[in-house]
């Protein structure tokens, strides 16, 4: 499975002229890139196009326009593990965390502010720099934190000079007007330009409009990495509305979480004694007794992608982080290194652990360990 980006339009080319809007359409990738947009940026050249005069217009009806699951706390939705959902967002590195930005900061002059980045440029942040340079061998007291319901980001606290620059990866709180503009961007550097009355809308394509460009993501197998390894929250979401979108045709946590509870009762799993509130696990009010998950862990063994599943699983020990992933710096030393394949779950007063290992008389074992009111 793939998801796709699309590039359609309403109007006719006129010489280098195109007559009418242009649409970027998301389907749900959580893996789309500046490099990408910039490709359609590209194609649109290649045609010929060097003038729109229409608008600039985002569309993610994909899915619906909740943004946040139920349970999230304001404490996360900043972070790129609390990212927003939308079916139009862009990603900012190779980890894949959709609707995030790069903010990264520099020390200067001692006494002068930090000097500051954001990948990809966009004009959507805006960055509020309070922070200051302070001599080689301070402490590091930076703090990079997003204004909630705004795209403030604020910069404080000290770096001292000669310091590695501090990278962090910050949520916006519209993904999908984040897509677009740096899309106008990837048009601008092509040399494509727009209309003085051009604007950058969001809205839905036309019925009439030509599909003009598209752009498929990496397959779900190798989309797999990431999720399991990295424990990427966004994915899990976006995956949970993907799944309902496919087979109920709503792209909604409620759909999308009745295909989950309707598939782990297939393979066994008690759907009574278990409570599902989103893709991710990031809600405390997600429940799933531990000798359900090996039950689920057991009966997925005969699924015809369970090796692709079991080779996602981090790898206790191992330093490769898209190996080892969240396991990477755990039970090294031990016997459990390189032999426990398991997904981790951490939250503010929980630590889990389900997967399975490997014992030393060559049997295979399951197991689930789950910690709450740690």
Do not use: C
């Amino acid at each position: 499975y793939r998801f796709t980006t699309e590039v359609w339009t309403d109007g006719t080319l006129d010489g280098n002229v195109l007559e009418g809007n242009v649409y970027l359409k998301g389907k749900g990738d959580p893996t789309l890139m500046k490099d990408d947009l910039d490709q359609f940026a590209v194609e649109l050249k290649n045609r010929g196009i060097t003038h729109i005069s229409g608008h600039l217009v985002a569309d993610d009806s994909w899915y619906d326009d909740v943004r946040l699951s139920l349970d999230l706390n304001w404490s996360d939705e900043a972070d790129y593990t609390g990212a927003r959902v939308s079916a139009l967002a862009l990603t900012a590195h190779k980890d894949f965390e959709a609707g995030t930005v790069i903010v990264e900061v520099s020390p200067s002059s001692v006494g002068q502010a930090p000097l500051v980045k954001v990948t990809p440029q966009t004009d959507i942040v805006t960055i509020i720099n309070e922070a200051k340079t302070v001599a080689k061998g301070a402490d590091n007291t930076l703090q990079i934190e997003r204004e909630h319901g705004t795209n403030r980001i604020v910069i404080e606290g000290d770096i001292p000079a000669g310091s590695t620059p501090n990278r962090s990866r910050v949520s916006v709180w519209e993904p999908t007007v984040y897509a677009l503009d740096v899309f106008s961007k990837s048009l601008e550097q092509q040399g494509i330009t727009l209309s003085p009355i051009s604007e950058k809308v969001t809205g839905t394509v036309p019925e009439q409009a030509t599909l003009i460009a598209s752009h498929r993501s990496i397959p779900l197998k190798e989309l797999l990495v990431p999720l399991m390894k990295l424990s990427n929250n966004g994915h899990g979401e976006t995956l949970t509305k993907e799944m309902g979108k496919v087979l109920y045709d709503e792209g909604s946590w409620e759909k999308g979480l009745k295909v989950i509870h309707e598939t782990v009762e297939r393979f066994g799993v008690d759907g009574g004694t278990i409570r599902l509130r989103d893709g991710s696990g990031m809600s405390h009010k997600t429940l799933i007794p531990a000798n359900e998950l090996s039950k689920l862990l057991h009966a997925v063994q005969d699924a015809s992608w369970y090796p692709i599943f079991e080779q996602s699983l981090p790898v206790a020990g191992v330093r490769d982080r898209m190996i080892g992933g969240t396991l990477s710096h755990r039970m090294r030393g031990t016997k459990a290194e390189a032999n426990v394949r398991a997904k981790t779950g951490s939250l503010t007063g929980v630590s889990t652990l389900a997967g399975y290992v490997t014992t030393a008389g060559g049997e295979k074992l399951i197991f689930s360990i789950l910690s709450n009111n740690y």
